[in-house]
């Protein structure tokens, strides 16, 4: 199993990025991939996850109506369109994925079991 984010920058208050996650060596239409994220100093939060399977997702409060996260089963990628970006965005921003399938996991990161290195995001004011 191999994950792997892009897409993180540096950014202003305001701004808008799209993260990206490459996937491969699993059935990517049956497993739930979560994005997480780790600030400086603070414990790692889940902002977004999809469920490949049946197509729903679920949001941290932080980003509801700010991010969206989507998939394209054909290039096995996760995306994270992050719109109104504000410094508490900040971080470095993991995808991961479940070890069961048809597994809904919600924003749990223990229910996840492998994770890509992460890209930074950097938004200041």
């Known amino acids: 199993v191999q994950l792997v984010e892009s897409g993180g920058d540096s950014v202003q208050d305001g701004g808008s990025l799209r993260l990206s996650c490459g996937t491969s060596?699993?059935?990517?239409?049956?497993?739930?991939i979560g994005w997480f994220r780790r600030a400086p100093g603070r414990e790692r939060e889940g902002v977004a996850s999809i469920n490949n399977f049946d197509g729903t997702t679920i949001y941290s409060d932080s980003v509801q109506g700010r991010f969206s996260i989507s998939s394209d089963s054909a290039k096995k990628s996760v995306y994270l369109q992050m719109n109104m970006l504000k410094p508490q965005d900040t971080g470095t921003y993991y995808c991961?994925?479940?070890?069961?399938?048809?597994?809904?996991?919600?924003?749990?990161?223990?229910?996840?079991?492998?994770w890509g290195e992460g890209t930074r995001v950097t938004v200041s004011s």
């Open positions: 060596g699993f059935a990517f239409d049956r497993y739930a």
């Open positions: 991961a994925v479940t070890g069961a399938p048809l597994y809904k996991p919600g924003l749990a990161a223990r229910r996840y079991d492998d």
